[in-house]
C-alpha cells in the first residue's frame, strides 16, 4: 500500500555546527480541506502514487502555496509550504520522528 499526505513543512534550524546547519520538518494537515486530498493506492504501484502525489501539488501550489508560503523553502522569508509526500504505510503524524543530531 502507498499512501499519500498533505504536510506543512518548514526549514528548522539544526544548530551551530559547521556555519550552521537546517533539517526539514513537516506536519501532518488537519484542516478538513486538505485532509481531504490525501488517499491510498493498494499495491506496490509507485509510479501511480508519483502521478497522483504530482497532481495534489499542483492543486496545492495553485490554492495553498499563495502569499507567504510561496516561497521556496531555502528562502528566508518562507513561512513553511504544503506539500503532498507518498509513504509506503499509513502517514506518520510528523517527519522526522525525533529531532536530527550534528554528527
Same mark, same amino acid.
Given at each position: 500500500m502507498k499512501s499519500i499526505a498533505v504536510y506543512f513543512v518548514q526549514r528548522l534550524f539544526g544548530g551551530p555546527e559547521e556555519g550552521s546547519w537546517y533539517y526539514d520538518s513537516g506536519d501532518l494537515c488537519t484542516e478538513p480541506d486538505l485532509v481531504s486530498l490525501g488517499v491510498t493506492i493498494p499495491g506496490e504501484d509507485f509510479g501511480r502514487a508519483r502521478d497522483k502525489a504530482s497532481e495534489i501539488q499542483i492543486l496545492l501550489d495553485r490554492d495553498w502555496n499563495i502569499? #507567504?508560503?510561496?516561497? &521556496?523553502?531555502?528562502?528566508?522569508? %518562507?513561512?513553511?509550504? *504544503? /506539500?503532498?509526500?507518498?509513504? #509506503?504505510?499509513?502517514? &506518520?503524524?510528523?517527519?522526522?520522528? %525525533?529531532?536530527?543530531? *550534528? /554528527?
Open positions: 502569499g #507567504d508560503h510561496a516561497r &521556496p523553502l531555502h528562502s528566508v522569508l %518562507s513561512t513553511g509550504r *504544503y /506539500e503532498a509526500h507518498i509513504f #509506503d504505510a499509513w502517514p &506518520p503524524p510528523c517527519f522526522p520522528e %525525533s529531532r536530527p543530531t *550534528y /554528527e
